[in-house]
């Protein structure tokens, strides 16, 4: 199950980084136990917004991506008929 980005309670303040010279940045500690990040662990960066970027786990972004695949012949059922 994919979790709502809506519910606040699972929105929470992580910590403050800040990007080094090489284009680096430092994941904050409770970030990094919020997320159960391991040395090694591969991340996706998206860019959500104009100015907000969005880091998540590779494996859930590929749980993610195989979730919308199997939904989306009834996606794009829902947006062909509210087209008309």
């Known amino acids: 199950m994919i979790p709502d980005m809506r519910n ?3 929105k929470k303040f992580l910590g403050i980084t800040t990007m080094g010279e090489k284009g ?3 994941i904050p500690v409770e970030a990094r136990k919020t997320m ?3 040395k ?3 991340l996706i960066v998206l860019n959500a917004h ?3 970027l969005v880091i998540m ?3 859930r ?3 993610m991506a195989s979730h919308f695949t199997k939904h989306l012949d009834s996606v794009r059922k829902l947006i062909k008929r509210n087209k008309k």
Request: charged fraction near 25%; charge should be negative; glycine fraction near 4%.
């Open 50 to 52: 104009e100015h907000t």
């Open 57 to 59: 786990k590779a494996s």
């Open 24 to 26: 680096q940045i430092v």
């Open 61 to 63: 972004f590929e749980a």
């Open 8 to 10: 606040t309670s699972q």
């Open 36 to 38: 159960n990040l391991a």
């Open 40 to 42: 090694g662990e591969k």
